[in-house]
C-alpha cells in the first residue's frame, strides 16, 4: 500500500496544486475508506454530444483504491465515455471528476500528457505503435517520461517476463496473436506502475480461453495495490470475476453492486482455476 | 540523451515508412531544381535589365571648332546640372581611332576625322535620363542648347523610353515570378509532408494516450522534415552542379547571358536552396502536425 500512497503523492506533486490536497488526509489510517481516499470520483457528470446525444447523465460513484471494478452496459450506455472522459480526451457538460483528489477539470491543457503517465489505459483494439517492436512499445511509455536508457533496460524486460512475452521481444505487433498483442498494450500501459489501470473492452476482440488469461493479468496488476476499472460487456465473464459491478444504461447509473462474495487476497492460481470452471453462476448470488 | 533519441525516432520512421519519406524527398528535389534553375535565370535577365539601363545616356556632341578651353567650360556646365552622376569625355581622335578599328574600310574611304568631340553625360539613375536631356537643351537659349560650343544633344527620348519600360517590366516580372514560385514550392513540400504525416496520424493518437506531449512527439517529425528537406536539395543540387560543369560552363564562353557576372554564386545559390529545403519541409512537417495533436 506504501507504494500506491507513494505514487499518489507523485502525482499530487506533478500537477502542481498541493494547495487543494490537504496533507491530513494522507495521515489518515489507510484501512478507513472516506470518500476522500477515492481513486475515482464522479460527482454528477454529465456529458452531452455536439450531436445531442447524451453519453452521460448525472453519474455520480467513487472507486477506493486498490478495488477492482467492472463497468457493464449495453453498447452505447456510456461505458467508453467514462473511459474517455478519465483521460481527459473528453470534457464534461456538468459535474467534477476527481481522480487520486485532483479535479481534472482544473488540468489545463499543457498538462494532460503529464496527467496521463499516471493512468495506464488499455483499448480493445490495442493501440500498439506497430513500426516499432514488442520491447520498443513498451519502451516508449518510459521514454515518453523521460526514462533513461538504464532505467528502460531495467524495467522493460521485468514487465515482459510479468506479462509472458520474453520470447517476444523483437517481434513487432502485426506478427503476434490479439491475445499477445494485447499483453504489451497491458505491459505499456503498467511499465509505470500507475495507481490507476482503465481498460475499455480488454477481451471485446479476443476469445474466452485467451480473456481469462487477460483477466488473470489484469487481477495479478490489481494485487499490486493498482486500481483497476474495466469497462466489459461479456456478462458471463463480469459474473465469474464476482467483483464490484457497475451497471450503466443511457448513461446513467443503474447498478452498483459487488456480484457474489469473494476473497481480496485470492491468488492469481485460484483465481484462474475459478475463471475456467465450468459452473459460472457465484455461490452468493440466488 | 534526448537529441539522439529524436534522431533515432526521426531515422526509425523514415526506414518504416520509406514511400511517403520518398514522396517527399522527391517533391523537395524537384522544387528544388527548379528554383535552382530559376534563380540564376532571373538574376541574369535582372542584371542583363540594369546593364542595359545602365547603358542609358546624353550624347552632347562639341562644335568642330571647340578648343580644350571650350570642352574644360562645358564640362563644368554640364557637371552642374540637376541629376547628372558624371561625364565622360571622348575626344574626337580617340572616337575615330575606336571607329575606324570596327570599321576599317568605310573610314579609309574618308580620309579625315568627321567626329566631334564627345561627352557622355550619365544619369544618376536611369529614369532620370529624360530629365538631363531636357536640362541640357533649354528652349530660349541660343540655338536650343546650353552652350554655345556645343553642336547638338542626342535626341533618343522615344528609344530611352522604350528601354526604360522593357527593363522595367522585365524586373517586375522576374521578382513576381520568383514570388509565386517559392510560395508554390513550399505549399508543394508542406502537402507532401501533410499527406505522409496523415498516413501516421493513428500513431501520433497513440503517443498522445500514453502521455507523450506534444513537443517530445513533434521533434522526431520536425528532424525527419529537416533530413528529408536537405537531402533533397543535396540531390538537387548535384544535378544542378552536374548540369552547370557539362552544358553550362563550355557554352559560357559562347553567350554571354550565362557567363554574366552577376547572377549568383555556386556556393551561395547551394546555401539558400540547402537552407530553404531544410527549413520549409521542418516547418512544414511541425505545422502540418499540429492537427493530428489534438487529441
Known amino acids: 500500500m506504501a507504494s500506491i500512497e507513494s505514487t499518489s503523492r507523485t502525482l499530487r506533486r506533478r500537477q502542481g496544486a498541493a494547495a487543494a490536497v490537504p496533507a491530513a488526509r494522507e495521515a489518515r489510517p489507510v484501512a478507513a475508506p472516506a470518500p476522500g481516499r477515492s481513486v475515482i470520483e464522479f460527482r454528477g457528470v454529465s456529458k452531452r454530444y455536439s450531436g445531442g446525444d447524451v453519453g452521460l447523465d448525472d453519474v455520480t460513484f467513487a472507486i477506493e483504491r486498490g478495488e477492482f471494478v467492472f463497468l457493464v452496459g449495453a453498447t452505447g450506455s456510456g461505458k467508453s465515455t467514462v473511459m474517455r472522459l478519465l483521460i481527459k480526451e473528453l470534457e464534461p457538460t456538468a459535474g467534477t471528476i476527481r481522480v487520486a483528489g485532483h479535479d481534472l477539470g482544473e488540468i489545463k491543457r499543457k498538462r494532460i500528457a503529464y496527467y496521463r503517465r499516471n493512468v495506464g489505459v488499455v483499448f480493445q483494439d490495442f493501440k500498439l505503435l506497430p513500426s516499432r517492436t514488442v520491447y520498443d512499445n513498451v519502451a516508449y511509455a518510459l521514454q515518453v517520461t523521460g526514462g533513461t536508457r538504464r532505467e528502460i533496460r531495467d524495467k522493460v524486460p521485468d514487465i515482459l517476463r510479468l506479462t509472458g512475452l520474453s520470447t517476444k521481444l523483437h517481434n513487432y505487433p502485426d506478427q503476434l496473436s490479439g491475445g499477445e498483442q494485447q499483453r504489451v498494450s497491458i505491459a505499456r500501459a503498467f511499465v509505470n506502475h500507475p495507481p490507476l489501470l482503465l481498460a475499455d473492452e480488454p477481451t471485446g476482440n479476443l476469445d474466452p480461453e485467451t480473456s481469462v488469461d487477460i483477466m488473470r493479468l489484469l487481477y495479478r496488476i490489481n494485487r499490486t495495490g493498482t486500481t483497476v476499472l474495466i469497462a466489459s460487456h461479456d456478462q458471463t465473464m463480469v459474473d465469474k470475476m464476482r467483483r464490484r459491478v457497475l451497471e450503466l444504461a443511457h448513461g446513467r447509473i443503474v447498478r452498483d453492486e459487488a456480484t457474489g462474495l469473494y476473497t481480496r487476497d485470492e491468488t492469481t492460481r485460484e483465481f484462474a482455476r475459478r475463471m475456467r470452471a465450468p459452473s459460472a453462476r457465484p455461490p452468493g448470488l440466488g | ?295
Not at chain 2, 576599317?104 to 580620309?111: F, K, R, S, V
Not at chain 2, 529614369?127 to 560650343?149: F, I, R
Not at chain 2, 514550392?185 to 496523415?198: E, K, P
Open chain 2, 1 to 295: 540523451m534526448r537529441l539522439g533519441f529524436f534522431l533515432k525516432e526521426a531515422i526509425r520512421s523514415m526506414r518504416r515508412s520509406a514511400a511517403p519519406s520518398f514522396a517527399a524527398l522527391a517533391t523537395v528535389l524537384v522544387t528544388m531544381l527548379v528554383l535552382g534553375v530559376f534563380i540564376p535565370i532571373v538574376q541574369a535577365t535582372n542584371g542583363a535589365a540594369n546593364s542595359v539601363a545602365g547603358r542609358v545616356m546624353v550624347d552632347v556632341y562639341m562644335k568642330t571648332g571647340a578648343t580644350a578651353a571650350d570642352d574644360a567650360r562645358v564640362r563644368g556646365e554640364l557637371l552642374r546640372v540637376p541629376h547628372v552622376k558624371g561625364v565622360e569625355f571622348v575626344p574626337k581622335q580617340q572616337a575615330y581611332q575606336a571607329q575606324a578599328s570596327q570599321y576599317p574600310q568605310a573610314y579609309a574611304l574618308l580620309g579625315s576625322n568627321p567626329l566631334p568631340d564627345t561627352f557622355h553625360v550619365i544619369p544618376d539613375k536611369p529614369s532620370n535620363v529624360l530629365l538631363v536631356h531636357s536640362a541640357l537643351t533649354p528652349p530660349g537659349a541660343s540655338g536650343g542648347v546650353l552652350d554655345p560650343s556645343i553642336q547638338s544633344v542626342s535626341n533618343k527620348q522615344s528609344d530611352t523610353k522604350k528601354i526604360l519600360e522593357v527593363t522595367n517590366l522585365v524586373t517586375i516580372t522576374a521578382a513576381v515570378l520568383t514570388v509565386l514560385l517559392v510560395l508554390a514550392s513550399m505549399l508543394l513540400i508542406a502537402n507532401t509532408i501533410r499527406l505522409s504525416l496523415y498516413a501516421r496520424r493513428r500513431e501520433v493518437e497513440v503517443m498522445k494516450l500514453v502521455g507523450a506531449t506534444d513537443w517530445f512527439i513533434r521533434w522526431p517529425f520536425v528532424i525527419e522534415g529537416m533530413i528529408v528537406g536537405s537531402v533533397g536539395a543535396l540531390l538537387a543540387i548535384c544535378v544542378l552542379g552536374a548540369t552547370k560543369i557539362a552544358l553550362l560552363d563550355p557554352l559560357a564562353s559562347n553567350w554571354t547571358l550565362i557567363a554574366a557576372p552577376r547572377t549568383i554564386g555556386f556556393v551561395v545559390l547551394v546555401i539558400v536552396l540547402l537552407g530553404s529545403g531544410a527549413l520549409v519541409s521542418a516547418v512544414g512537417s511541425g505545422l502540418s502536425l499540429r492537427r493530428f495533436l489534438k487529441v
